[in-house]
């Protein structure tokens, strides 16, 4: 019972920056770690970042994002972020806030280890 919702996304030009945010709502204590994926058309849904939620702030990161984007969270607010600098046209995709309920020593990389979904926001990266 936890419910997500992404915003924040829209069409920037190479080499910009955009801020994803998601509202988390419902059962939010039950949530060990919540993530960020993103799917591209034709390919597999693949893992950004991810934060530890509860019990500390453990980060995780993709090669492919690593050193441009930050993902940060506000408790107290329920909401997760996704900061993205020097945007590239590889990133364009849907974005998906997630949480994982299941108590592990690190945050999971795999998306079907997710149990809660938003329904995704759209980046779109120009040349």
């Known amino acids: 019972q936890v419910q997500l919702v992404e915003s924040g996304g829209g069409l920037v030009q190479a080499g910009g920056s955009l801020r994803l945010s998601c509202a988390a709502s419902?059962?939010?204590?039950?949530?060990?770690?919540m993530g960020w994926f993103r799917q591209a058309p034709g390919k597999e849904r693949e893992f950004v970042a991810a934060?530890?939620?509860?019990?500390?702030?453990?980060?995780a990161y993709g090669d492919s994002v690593k050193g441009r984007f930050t993902i940060s969270k506000d408790n107290a607010k329920n909401t997760l972020y996704l900061q993205m600098n020097s945007l590239k046209p590889e990133d364009t995709a849907v974005y998906f806030c997630?949480?994982?309920?299941?108590?592990?020593?690190?945050?999971?990389?795999?998306?079907?280890?997710?149990?809660?979904w938003g329904q995704g926001t759209q980046v779109t990266v120009s040349s």
């Open positions: 934060v530890r939620w509860s019990g500390g702030s453990l980060t």
């Open positions: 997630a949480a994982d309920r299941t108590v592990a020593l690190r945050p999971s990389l795999r998306s079907d280890e997710y149990d809660y």
């Open positions: 419902g059962r939010t204590f039950s949530v060990y770690v």
